[in-house]
């Protein structure tokens, strides 16, 4: 080396770093074991209203993230339940959604999904408050092998979403996201005629109780979001292929990957009405094409997300029609 010149330090990558930021939020690239002890999100402990997430699975984690078994999966996640917890406001909530697997070889379930969804309430000592189907009926049929093929079991078509909170009564309105009235409801409205009395179920229907307009009926705990009767009017838009066009052409157009396992807009607009309200905190560990911050954009939430891919995060600036 010439005299005098010192050698070039060699610049190391922060383990966790700032990808972008809009208006609302802000999109970090970075494990969240790492990320939940960077300043910017120990400063959101007790503040954030709703954690909306869909975790990465062993299955897929197998193929893609690293070689986490069953086990060693419960026992990262049991780690990291209370740390997010943490995170959470008083009346706050935290959404997980997580589907189906099966045994590799043979047509067994398998109840890993579920001990997770157990080892994560536990692990962070949660209330339930309520556990939800999404059921997604356009989805392809699968697992192929036993299900096209061998043809010895049924489609796979929902996911498990289980609410969970710090509180038993966390925020919730369930009028925020009433569903259209149907037919039958509407027609009793409008002719103000039915049969009152004792129903076999042991119910009994008063004279008047249904014939006050609510402005739609209560959405049950399975959400089917292909069918437009079970999605909300003002969440509607979000349904529109057109969200997840424009993400779909900017991953093409800057060559990278789509995400394989984005979350259904619908689904996360539909908790992000149900449990907040303008302007609360939505925080996403695992933001893959960044789903969670988009919707939040756009219904006047603030959100932070946190993804360890650095394509995906790159990927999901295609969300956004202003980054600054
Ligand atoms: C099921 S995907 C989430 C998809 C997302 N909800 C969406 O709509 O695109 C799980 C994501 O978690 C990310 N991930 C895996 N391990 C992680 C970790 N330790 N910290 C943060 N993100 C992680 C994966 O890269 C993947 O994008």
Redesign the pocket.
């Known amino acids: 080396m010439a005299a005098g010149k010192t050698p070039k330090k060699a610049v190391e990558k922060p383990s966790v770093f700032e990808s972008y930021r809009t208006k609302r939020g802000k999109m970090f690239v970075g494990?969240?074991?790492d990320a939940l002890d960077h300043t910017a999100v120990r400063r959101l402990e007790g503040k954030v209203n709703l954690l909306l997430?869909?975790?990465?699975f062993p299955l897929?984690?197998k193929k893609r993230?690293g070689n986490l078994t069953g086990e060693e999966y419960l026992a990262w996640l049991e780690e990291l339940a209370p740390r997010l917890a943490k995170l959470l406001a008083e009346d706050g909530s935290i959404v997980i959604e997580i589907g189906n697997a099966w045994e590799a070889g043979r047509p067994e379930m398998s109840t890993l999904p579920l001990e997770a969804l157990l080892t994560f309430k536990k692990a962070a000592n949660l209330h339930l408050c309520q556990h939800l189907i999404c059921h997604n009926p356009a989805r392809l049929p699968g697992p192929a092998a036993w299900v096209t093929v061998k043809r010895v079991r049924l489609k796979d078509s929902y996911t498990h979403v289980w609410w969970l909170s710090k509180t038993a009564d966390p925020k919730a309105d369930n009028r925020r996201v009433l569903l259209p009235y149907g037919k039958d409801m509407k027609a009793l409205l409008r002719t103000k005629q039915y049969n009152a009395g004792r129903r076999p179920s042991g119910h009994v229907i008063s004279d008047t109780g249904f014939l006050k307009n609510n402005g739609g009926s209560i959405a049950p705990n399975v959400i089917d979001l292909e069918a437009a009767q079970h999605v909300p009017s003002s969440l509607l838009k979000f349904s529109n292929t057109a969200w997840d066009a424009r993400y779909r052409a900017y991953c093409k157009k800057h060559r990278l990957e789509a995400?394989p396992?984005?979350?259904q807009t619908t689904l996360a607009a539909f908790f992000m009405q149900f449990l907040t309200d303008d302007n609360d905190l939505v925080f996403?560990?695992?933001?893959?094409?960044?789903?969670?911050g988009a919707v939040a954009e756009e219904m006047g939430r603030r959100w932070v997300v946190?993804?360890?891919?650095v394509d995906?995060a790159e990927g999901s600036r295609g969300r956004f029609e202003q980054i600054q």
């Open positions: 494990r969240i074991e997430t869909s975790p990465p897929v984690r993230y995400h396992a984005r979350m996403d560990p695992f933001g893959g094409s960044n789903t969670t946190v993804e360890s891919s995906y």
